[in-house]
C-alpha cells in the first residue's frame, strides 16, 4: 500500500460516507421489519421457486438472524466503505451491488438446490470486497495490496475446506453459509473488471 493511498484513507471524507451510511440504515429497517413479520423476507427456495416470491431473491440479503449477525456485517460494510469507497463511482457500486447480488442467488438456485434458506449481507459484502481489491490491483499494485487479496482469497478456501473462520462460527447463532462469500466474490470481482475495463478504454464511467 503506497503513501498516497495510506494518506487517502486517512482522510475522512463525509462525502464517500453518505451512501454506505444511507445503506446501513436500510439494513436496520430491513431488520426491523424481519423481527416484526418473521418468515417474510427470507430467501426461501420453495416459497420463490413454487409460489413465484421473487422478491425474496433481494430482501434474503437484507434481513439478518439476529442483531449480532447484523453487527458483523455493518462492521465489513463500514471497512469496505473505508478503504474502498472512493474506487468507484455511486453508479459503479450499484452495478457491484446488483451484480453481487444476483451471482448469489443464481449461485443458490443453480449449483445449491439443498439449501432451502437463507439470510444475511455477507454474500454480498464479499462482492464490494472483491471488487474494491479489484481496483487496488488494477490502479496501484504493491506488494500490501497482493498480501491482502492473497489473505481474502486463503479466507474462501479456508472456508471450502475446513468452514467458516473461528472467531466467526463462535459469535453467530447460524450456520455460515461459505458458498454465499465465493458467488458473491465471483459476481463483485467480474461488475468491477467490466467497470475498469470500461474506465481503461475510455468509455463514459460508471
Excluded at 494518506?7 to 416484526?36: E, G, N, T
Excluded at 491482502?148 to 473461528?166: I, S
Excluded at 458467488?183 to 467480474?190: D, H, L, V
Aim: charged share 10%.
Amino acid at each position: 500500500m503506497n503513501l498516497g493511498r495510506l494518506s487517502q484513507l486517512l482522510q475522512l471524507d463525509a462525502r464517500a460516507w453518505r451512501a454506505p451510511l444511507a445503506f446501513a440504515a436500510v439494513l436496520v429497517a430491513m431488520q426491523w421489519l424481519h423481527h416484526a413479520w418473521p418468515g417474510a423476507l427470507p430467501y426461501d427456495r420453495t416459497a420463490i421457486l413454487a409460489d413465484g416470491q421473487y422478491a425474496r431473491l433481494l430482501t434474503g440479503h437484507l434481513v439478518h438472524h439476529d442483531p449480532a449477525h447484523l453487527g458483523w456485517n455493518l462492521a465489513g460494510l463500514a471497512l469496505v466503505a473505508w478503504l474502498f469507497a472512493r474506487e468507484f463511482s455511486l453508479r459503479g457500486w450499484i452495478v457491484i451491488l446488483v451484480a453481487s447480488t444476483a451471482a448469489v442467488d443464481l449461485g443458490f438456485l443453480v449449483c445449491e438446490p439443498q439449501l432451502s434458506w437463507y439470510v444475511g449481507f455477507s454474500g454480498v459484502l464479499h462482492g464490494l470486497m472483491a471488487a474494491g481489491l479489484c481496483a487496488w490491483l488494477r490502479r496501484a499494485p504493491d506488494a500490501i495490496t497482493a498480501l491482502v487479496a492473497v489473505l481474502f482469497a486463503c479466507k474462501l478456501g479456508w472456508e471450502h475446506v475446513y468452514g467458516p473462520l473461528p472467531f466467526t462460527a463462535s459469535t453467530l447463532g447460524l450456520p455460515v453459509i461459505h458458498a454465499a462469500h465465493t458467488y458473491g466474490a465471483i459476481g463483485g470481482a467480474a461488475a468491477a473488471l467490466w467497470l475498469l475495463w470500461r474506465r481503461r478504454a475510455a468509455i463514459p464511467s460508471l
